[in-house]
């Protein structure tokens, strides 16, 4: 592979040398070589890039579930980086898969797997802080009642520069991963200012799933500021914490 210097910019193949960009640097290499689509699908050495590709291609489906059933808490924070983390939790997921063949492993039987749920629960879907960190009295979360956080007390929180007030919201979903399917409850919403003293709980949601599939708890923490008498989320993110508590 050689760099290629001066004005000249081609993209595709030119008498047998393929011109393409990478990394934001113009490269040349000679045509032909690597894999083509016929010998991927027919070869016996390709046996592992088949076994692959399918498995990639179903933990993607998953990914993308995961995603649009998480969305009404995911959408409360921007983070470019999230898909790539997500991608790399779920691969480790079905990897977890220890029953089916190798080319038929799965996200949906590797979370059957006791090893598949600990993965996923208490996963930080942010990159800061997790809640045990910013809450230092310590929290419980439990299905049948929801999420207590302990003691709570001006001196105890940290608030970020321009923060007044935390939104803490609770929802629960569940997500059939091997027929793409979800139901998702209402969000519990609670909103506490710096003069806030004593626990806070947030019940668990009201939901009626009738499918079947994983049931995940997820909660998420935003600092808010107060503009012209209306809360709204502080520009900077950095602080917000989105986390799943529990996987069934």
């Not at 699908?41 to 933990?59: H, I, W, Y």
């Not at 996200?107 to 598949?116: H, N, R, W």
């Not at 802080?129 to 302990?150: H, P, Q, R």
């Amino acid at each position: 592979m050689a760099k290629v210097s001066g004005i000249v910019q081609i993209e595709g193949t030119l008498m047998g040398i393929t011109f393409y960009k990478r990394k934001g640097v113009w490269v040349a290499r000679k045509a032909g070589g690597g894999f083509n689509g016929r010998a991927i699908k027919t070869k016996d050495s390709m046996v592992r890039v088949r076994e692959n590709g399918s498995e990639f291609g179903r933990c993607m489906k998953s990914v993308q579930l995961f995603k649009k059933a998480l969305f009404p808490l995911l959408v409360l924070v921007k983070d470019t980086d999230r898909h790539a983390r997500i991608v790399s939790l779920f691969t480790k997921i079905k990897n977890s898969d220890v029953v089916s063949e190798r080319g038929s492993r799965s996200v949906a039987v590797g979370l059957q797997q006791l090893s598949g749920r600990e993965l996923l629960t208490n996963y930080l879907l942010t990159k800061g802080k997790d809640l045990a960190s910013l809450f230092s009295k310590g929290f419980k979360f439990e299905w049948n009642s929801g999420v207590t956080i302990y003691d709570l007390e001006s001196k105890s929180l940290f608030f970020p520069k321009g923060a007044r007030f935390i939104e803490i919201q609770l929802m629960y979903a569940k997500i059939d991963f091997e027929n793409q399917q979800y139901e998702i409850s209402d969000c519990i919403r609670k909103i506490i200012g710096k003069d806030f003293q004593g626990d806070l709980l947030l019940p668990k949601p009201d939901f009626n799933f009738e499918m079947n599939g994983v049931l995940v708890a997820c909660v998420s923490m935003r600092y808010m500021q107060e503009v012209n008498n209306e809360l709204h989320p502080l520009l900077e993110q950095q602080h917000s914490v989105i986390q799943i508590l529990g996987v069934l």
